[in-house]
């Protein structure tokens, strides 16, 4: 493939669809809720709905079939001052309803009462089977050129700017259950193209659990709550999981990766995400390849520790979906880039000894390069999380002229999978009309009425062939845009419920992903599989989980068999040749910082912590992050700069670097009674420094965050039991000084040499 410049022609394409980071430049902290101050005292003057707050974007105004409304966005928002009936009737009380005299019975009559309780009893939907828990976000995809060589789908042209939705997805829990569980994560893309919608459905894991979709229903039903108590909610830490997973060993590959770190990521912002299967690409040419779809995000593959983790669950169970929503409107905004992987379209489709068509194996990337064609930029949050996020219905056959499906038996289920399960998520045949499902070219589809039809389809000939509509809608051919599929010979062969014999392979992949490891994080696995195991009731699952590892390998399978008190079994497979893949590890390079959280502790007691806080604060913003000020009460310090959290309500998993300012005393809240962090001896008086500043020093050291302190917040460095030679912990004489440096160590996500190997 052809490199034409790509950065330089993206950056040029995307000036315009890209906001500049304006409001991080304004230094405001992103969360405010609405699009103006709210006043103290309730409003009284009749005004119309305010607009959307800065950082929001709805779906853009097409007609159900495609075409441009023109109308603004807003246009599909509440209009006018008054309220009103659906039916548009204003009305002058929604505090009481119609009844027979002040003390008497409700009449039946109020037709308000009833209007506003029956769609108040009908505002929820089922949720998704899996993947129940997302965040969504908008952007523009803008394509460097250079996959025009592999695929003439017409948004991969140099230049060409594509509107997108992404939703972000944990699998295993509902709706309402915390972000920062161990799973892996959706990663669903929305190509609004000129050529019809392309959905790249993916996950932020490059293999799956099961080789066929006829399984899907059996691995989803081991890994969701037991049936009879429905516990445990979005885990995978108990029995019928590891029970199904150790018995059908083509998942310990997926496994093995959820137990990584890849299953807690720090951010959605900070994912890789995976097409997984294969897809069969076709260029002007007619030539085909085989293609894995990669995205690479600007900010690399980052994740919490497991302690992190749990913390978030009851600290800030929204923990990503806020991260997300904060970034974008902070105006740092995510950005990955779309790669392939390009095998030649052979009859045998297998890649170095790789069969593509089963989706437990990867083609290690120092085997095939992934290439660069296009970028991602989510620049807006949604305006309405149900009529968006929640409404948007992603279709693994929703593919474009260039870009057609492969034989992997996985891929072949899903095709049938997302429309029959989105006819009864979304009530009908027709959510494809929902604002934030219409395409963006024109529909002519012969489909007609069903539940919530909003097309006004005219004409009187709804089939082909015919003669009463002039013969409209025509069938295009390739050069009108057609979508054609790819004539790919089939073998001759019989029907038969079998794999090939290549899909015995379950553990080759499993030891190549184990061997591609850093230290420290082999060291996460083992804990994570001796939390999950540890957690099942039955002894017999442990000890058959435990002979999957052994296959793996035996000081994987010896050491987490030694924290569940267990013998460790031995291999019975012959071992394979493993040549690791450094491009699976996430430790070792250095990465942009934008939109990571940084804690200031200061004291409104000690002025001098409140010399620089301003030009701090502005220092943090202008290197494209947010800062946390974090002090004793709440209010206002150095003038006009909000107390973003208190001792009391802030922890350090809040944040991904401390900055000291300060030894504030202990705060007269520094009670156990009032707050369990200030422990059994933090009482006021009992120590230089409050206890819950403590704390914040020494979880962020156990987290091997970047810790920098000045003035008085080198004894509250000491208190928390570091000195200024210990890794990753900066000493200096000014705010700004230690900044600079806390941002090199944040550069490489986590101080790493605190975790000795
Ligand atoms: C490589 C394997 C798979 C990946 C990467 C994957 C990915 C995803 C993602 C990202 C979503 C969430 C979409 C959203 O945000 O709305 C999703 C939903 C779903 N997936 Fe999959 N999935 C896989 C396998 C399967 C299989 C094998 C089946 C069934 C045979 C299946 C059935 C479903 C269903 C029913 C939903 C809910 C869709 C909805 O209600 O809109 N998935 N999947």
Redo the contacts with the bound molecule.
Sequence with gaps: MDAKNPLDTVKAAAGTAVRKAAEMLEHKVPGVPGSTTPPLEEPTQPQGPLPPKSDQDGPQTRTPTGAETGAPKTAVGPQGEWLTTSDGVRLHDTDHSLKAGERGPTLLQDHHLREKITHFDHERIPE????AR?S?AHGVFVGYGTGSSVCRAAFLAEGTQTPVFV???T?LGSRGSADTVRD?R???TKFYTQEGTFDL???NMPV?F?QD?????DIVHAAKPHPDREIPQAQSAHDTFWDFVSLHTEAQHHTLWNMSDRGIPRSFRMMEG????TFRLTNTAGETSLVKFHWKPKLGVHSLTWEEAQLLGGLDPDFHRRDLADAIEAGAHPQWELGVQVFPDTPEQTFEGVDLLD?TKIVPEELAPVQPIGQMTLNANPVNFFAETEQ???H?GHVVPGIDVTDDP??Q??L???V???LT??GGPNFNQIPINRPHAPVNDMLRDGFHQDGVHGGAAPYRPNSLDGGNPFDADADNGAFIEAPVRIPESSKVRAAPASFDDHFSQARLFWASMSAVERQHIVRAYTFELGKCYEQVIKERQLRALAEIDADLCEQVATGLGLPAPSATLPPTESTPSPALSQVGSRWPVDGRMVGIVVDADDPDSLGDLSSLRSAVFGAGMVPLVVAARGGQVAGDIPVQRTFATGRSVEVDALLLAACPAPAPDALPSRDEKAGPVGGPGGSPVDPRVRLLVEECYRHAKAIGAWGGGVDALRAGGCTAGDVGVVVGDSGSAVLDEVLGLLASHRAWERFPA
């Design positions: 998704r089977v899996v993947h997302g969504g939703r972000f997805s699998v892996t959706g990663f669903a459905v993916g996950n799956f099961i979709g006829i399984k899907f229903p995976f097409g997984v299967h989706p948007v219905a992603f693994v996985l891929m289920a899903r049938f999978s997302y029959d399960t989105q998520r979304l």
